[in-house]
């Protein structure tokens, strides 16, 4: 069974950095796409970025070059470096995996069948 655990929410100032770690029991992201997710206050679930297993990465726009995602599969972890953070970036962070040859942002939530519980980001002056 797939065990995610994300962590490294915090609340910062606008122009600061955080960097979000998700965890997995067993590295299920070696045969698929782990995607880190934003909910905000209104219960929308977007994607973010994603990575494959082959290391493509995919970013949507509003944080490309600002967030990187990156993943250590020795320690069964993948990262989303976030940098530049401003409040439209608060939210609840979920990781989620999926098994595919390929990553998209343009997959529904509710096609990745494993979640972590999520790590509160928020982003205020």
């Known amino acids: 069974q797939v065990h995610l655990r994300e962590s490294g929410g915090d609340s910062v100032q606008p122009g600061e950095s955080l960097t979000l770690s998700c965890q997995d029991s067993?590295?299920?992201?070696?045969?698929?796409?782990t995607g880190w997710f934003r909910q905000d206050s209104g219960q929308n679930r977007e994607a973010i970025a994603m990575?494959?297993?082959?290391?493509?990465?995919y970013y949507v726009d509003s944080v490309k070059g600002r967030f990187t995602i990156s993943q250590d599969g020795a320690k069964n972890t993948v990262y989303l470096q976030m940098t530049g953070l401003n409040p439209e970036d608060s939210g609840v962070y979920y990781c989620?995996?999926?098994?595919?040859?390929?990553?998209?942002?343009?997959?529904?939530?509710?096609?990745?069948?494993?979640w972590g519980q999520g790590t509160q980001v928020t982003v205020s002056a």
């Open positions: 990575i494959h297993r082959d290391g493509t990465e």
């Open positions: 067993q590295y299920v992201a070696r045969v698929g796409c």
């Open positions: 989620a995996l999926r098994s595919s040859p390929f990553c998209s942002l343009t997959w529904a939530p509710q096609s990745f069948p494993h």
